[in-house]
């Protein structure tokens, strides 16, 4: 991928970004109960950015990759509004379009690996939502759907068929072989904790904004409505960034704490408004990474 359709992409996305917040009508900001706590929150949102782009990293090195961390933050960072997009395929293909851009490496094997990195971060948010659902005794609400999708994304984690049917798909409509290094049970192993880390910091991060901004106690474990909501935006392919999707999810899910609709209408919308905070700082980080890359050899 050229550079310069890389850059319009880039400007592409961020078209769509401003389109979709304009028509969710969500840049409202609420009552901050807690000003401490609430910008207390922030460390642990921006923190999983970075852990986000680290977890990349590691599977990048494991696949034979050694790409420095600043190249993987703006990989990460510049085409994060990629999502607002329609269909989000640019949410996959701008982290190794980055990459390969840069480095001059192969862009089919790093867009495998860019869907891997996808799939195992689902798998590991949608594993800490589940757990977090039981926690509030909600399984009933939406129990047997999580279920599904997370049998699903545990297949495609750890089964060796889901590994290589997509090379194969590759193979089948591009006519040409991709061959990636076996990832062994153990490698995927050592890969979780960073997944699990970055969801984590989103979900203290989500549950200081929570109690920042309403009066009512709130569960410990209503931070993993987070990582619950987010991996269910993020598959639905059909709303750009996940928006009123997530939302619905959050609200839902927050209400088994014993919160009044009111309460998590005005959470669920304010944490769009919070993520799309570290999206920018991610997005000018990443910015700030590519600029100075430029002048770093490998």
Request: proline share 4%.
């Amino acid at each position: 991928m050229s550079k310069v359709l890389y850059n319009l992409l880039i400007y592409l996305s961020l078209i769509f970004l401003c389109i979709a917040l304009h028509r969710a009508d969500y840049l409202k900001i609420p009552a901050i109960q807690s000003p401490p706590l609430f910008l207390f929150s922030f460390f642990f949102l921006f923190a999983g950015f970075i852990g986000n782009a680290y977890a990349w990293q590691k599977l990048l090195k494991q696949a034979g990759f050694n790409t420095m961390f600043k190249t993987c933050v703006a990989s990460v960072g510049l085409p994060i509004f990629g999502k607002y997009v329609p269909g989000k395929v640019w949410a996959i293909l701008g982290r190794s379009a980055h990459i390969a851009t840069k480095n001059n490496q192969d862009m089919n094997k790093l867009s495998i690996l860019s869907l891997s990195d996808q799939i195992v971060g689902l798998w590991a948010g949608l594993t800490l939502g589940f757990i977090g659902l039981c926690l509030l005794g909600g399984f009933s609400l939406w129990g047997w759907l999580i279920t599904g999708l997370w049998i699903i994304l545990t297949g495609m984690v750890f089964s060796s068929f889901f590994s290589s049917l997509v090379p194969t798909l590759l193979r089948f409509i591009i006519r040409k072989d991709i061959t990636l290094p076996h990832r062994s049970m153990r490698d995927i192993f050592l890969l979780l904790p960073f997944y699990f880390g970055f969801w984590l910091m989103w979900a203290v991060g989500f549950y200081l904004l929570s109690i920042s901004i309403v009066q009512t106690d709130i569960s410990v474990f209503s931070g993993l409505g987070f990582p619950l909501s987010g991996t269910i935006g993020i598959l639905a392919i059909f709303s750009p960034g996940g928006l009123g999707v997530r939302e619905g999810i959050m609200a839902g899910y927050l209400m088994l704490t014993g919160l009044s609709l009111g309460e998590v209408t005005t959470i669920a919308v304010t944490a769009r408004l919070w993520f799309l905070a570290g999206e920018i700082f991610i997005f000018v980080t990443g910015w700030v990474a590519s600029r100075t890359d430029a002048q770093t050899p490998e």
